[in-house]
Nanobody, 123 residues
């Protein structure tokens, strides 16, 4: 499975960004997709996860209500819509895929595949 993120950039506080993660390869079994971020000097943080088979989602409390994870199965793409961005949202954002059941928003070894990341900077 290969994952490629895009959509990052530099924005002012209060604005929005939408990140995309395109999956390719043997993706049928990796039906749990997640978004993570890591700021310099900080641990990786799980933000949202989606079970692509049914569209079930779950979120970390830190982003609930501001960030939305969604999917377009026809395009093998998972999105992260980020609204009301804050300077503390500045980080490298990664998507990941897993076969885990249930699909949970969590860090740890159960995420099998990772993208290369896309930088988000909020000022």
């Amino acid at each position: 499975v290969q994952l490629v993120e895009s959509g990052g950039g530099s924005v002012q506080a209060g604005r929005s960004l939408r990140l995309s993660c395109i999956a390719s390869g043997d993706i049928e079994s990796s039906d749990c997709m997640g978004w993570f971020r890591q700021a310099p000097g900080k641990e990786r943080e799980a933000m949202a996860a989606i079970y692509t088979g049914r569209g079930y989602t779950n979120y970390a409390d830190s982003v609930k209500g501001r960030f939305t994870i969604s999917q377009d199965n026809a395009k093998n793409t998972v999105y992260l819509q980020m609204n009301s961005l804050k300077p503390e949202d500045t980080a490298m954002y990664y998507c990941a895929a897993s076969t885990m059941t249930p699909c949970r928003v969590e860090v740890g070894p159960r995420w099998n595949y990772w993208g290369q990341g896309t930088q988000v900077t909020v000022s």
